[in-house]
Nanobody
């Protein structure tokens, strides 16, 4: 079972990005899916997750700026990020919540800088 996160890049403060994560296997549809991030020198943190039914939860630092969504038929989860700030710079990963059933993979780098 694998995850493939994509969509990261370099963006100016205030800009937007959409991250995508495609999952293989049968774990995806029945589990909460989350987006995590890890900044240099910091621990990985969960920033948003979505239940199999579409309920969402966000960490305070991204509320009102990030939106998580999913398509169970496509085994895909997205993270729409608006009003990006330099402190959002990190490698972003997706995985199940609260237990990470998939291997973490490389993630996708998001860099917010002018």
């Amino acid at each position: 079972v694998q995850l493939q996160a994509s969509g990261g890049g370099l963006v100016q403060p205030g800009g937007s990005l959409r991250l995508s994560c495609a999952a293989s296997g049968t774990i995806f549809s029945g589990n909460r899916m989350g987006w995590y991030r890890q900044a240099p020198g910091k621990q990985r943190e969960l920033v948003a997750y979505i239940t199999s039914g579409g309920g969402t939860t966000y960490v305070d630092s991204v509320k009102g700026r990030f939106t998580i969504s999913r398509d169970n038929a496509k085994n895909t989860v997205w993270l729409h990020m608006n009003s990006l700030k330099p402190e959002d710079t990190a490698v972003y990963y997706c995985n199940t919540v609260p237990t990470a059933f998939y291997s973490w993979g490389r993630g996708t780098q998001v860099t917010v800088s002018s």
